[in-house]
């Protein structure tokens, strides 16, 4: 076989060059199929890019931008425009008479005035006028009107009652501190209970204090007395709000044995 007229691509080629070898070796193989090796490889390498380049194409793509309305508010005034008509004047003749002697006389013209009607010659209306709010001016902000709650509810109306500062065991230690037995019964042995009624204001603070249950011997006295010095109350909250509550309390005056 003559080399020259011999593919090198062929099989010619490949079994020239693996004759007398072990062709179960993997270099005949892999000659064997080198060419369809080659453009399998080439497609898949060009399908490659093709699908990269779509992808970037479709992820690059420019959005189109919706076209946005122009807050703006066109207002067209028509104005009436009046035409005024022309009064035109026929011409007068002079119509000439004779008398039974033969004077002869003339009447006096009279003016005949056409008036020419038009329906653009009515009176123009008045257009109203209308006030367009200019960008960027500040409006004037309408006051706000805000109507306190000055009601005085009772102690069931609210959600979370008034309570003194510590609660019924902060009260207690309070009274014993601060509470002085009044000298009069301390001398008498004389226990007593004196009934209050009072508002506890919306920042707590304690107002218009009554004695609804008098015990006498000084003990009316010294419960106002504590109550008016007492710290500020946790006010009364009904819809999440403080409001104004008219509360009652029991003040008690015992001697210890």
Same mark, same amino acid.
């Given at each position: 076989?003559? !080399?020259?007229?011999?593919?090198?691509?062929?099989?010619?080629?490949?079994?020239?060059?693996?004759?007398?070898?072990?062709?179960?070796?993997?270099?005949?193989?892999?000659?064997?199929?080198?060419?369809?090796?080659?453009? &399998?490889?080439?497609?898949?390498?060009?399908?490659?890019? %093709?699908?990269?380049?779509?992808?970037?194409?479709?992820?690059?793509?420019?959005?189109?931008?919706?076209? @946005?309305?122009?807050?703006?508010?066109?207002? %067209?005034?028509?104005?009436?425009?009046?035409?005024?008509?022309?009064?035109?004047?026929?011409?007068? #003749?002079?119509?000439? #008479?004779?008398?039974?002697?033969?004077?002869?006389?003339?009447?006096?013209? @009279?003016?005949?005035?056409?008036?020419?009607?038009?329906?653009?010659? %009515?009176?123009?209306?008045?257009?109203?006028?209308?006030?367009?709010?200019? +960008?960027?001016?500040?409006?004037?902000?309408?006051?706000?009107?805000?109507?306190?709650?000055?009601?005085?509810?009772?102690? &069931?109306?609210?959600?979370?009652?008034?309570?003194?500062?510590?609660?019924?065991?902060?009260?207690?230690?309070?009274?014993?501190?601060?509470?002085?037995?009044?000298?009069?019964?301390?001398?008498?042995?004389?226990?007593? &209970?004196?009934?209050?009624?009072?508002? +506890?204001?919306?920042?707590?603070? !304690?107002?218009?204090?009554?004695?609804?249950?008098?015990?006498?011997?000084?003990?009316?006295?010294?419960?106002?007395?504590?109550?008016?010095?007492?710290?500020?109350?946790?006010?009364? !909250?009904?819809?999440?709000?403080?409001?104004?509550?008219?509360?009652?309390?029991? +003040?008690?005056? @015992?001697?210890?044995?």
């Amino acid at each position: 076989m003559a !080399i020259n007229n011999v593919d090198i691509y062929g099989d010619e080629w490949i079994e020239l060059v693996f004759k007398n070898r072990n062709k179960s070796y993997g270099a005949y193989e892999l000659r064997k199929h080198y060419a369809s090796t080659v453009l &399998k490889a080439l497609g898949l390498t060009f399908g490659s890019i %093709a699908v990269v380049a779509y992808l970037a194409f479709l992820l690059f793509k420019p959005v189109p931008i919706a076209a @946005q309305p122009l807050n703006r508010e066109v207002t %067209a005034v028509l104005q009436p425009v009046a035409i005024a008509s022309n009064e035109s004047i026929k011409p007068t #003749h002079h119509k000439h #008479h004779h008398t039974a002697d033969g004077h002869s006389y003339s009447e006096a013209p @009279q003016q005949v005035v056409v008036a020419q009607h038009s329906a653009t010659s %009515a009176k123009p209306i008045a257009a109203p006028a209308i006030q367009t709010p200019q +960008v960027g001016a500040e409006q004037p902000e309408k006051p706000i009107t805000v109507i306190e709650d000055k009601n005085v509810y009772a102690e &069931k109306a609210a959600d979370v009652k008034p309570l003194p500062v510590g609660g019924a065991q902060g009260w207690i230690s309070y009274l014993q501190k601060n509470l002085v037995y009044p000298e009069e019964a301390r001398h008498q042995h004389i226990s007593g &209970k004196v009934q209050l009624s009072f508002i +506890v204001e919306k920042d707590g603070s !304690i107002s218009d204090i009554t004695v609804d249950q008098s015990a006498g011997h000084g003990f009316d006295e010294e419960a106002v007395r504590v109550l008016q010095q007492s710290p500020a109350w946790q006010p009364g !909250i009904k819809d999440g709000q403080p409001i104004r509550i008219r509360y009652r309390l029991p +003040v008690n005056f @015992q001697m210890a044995k």
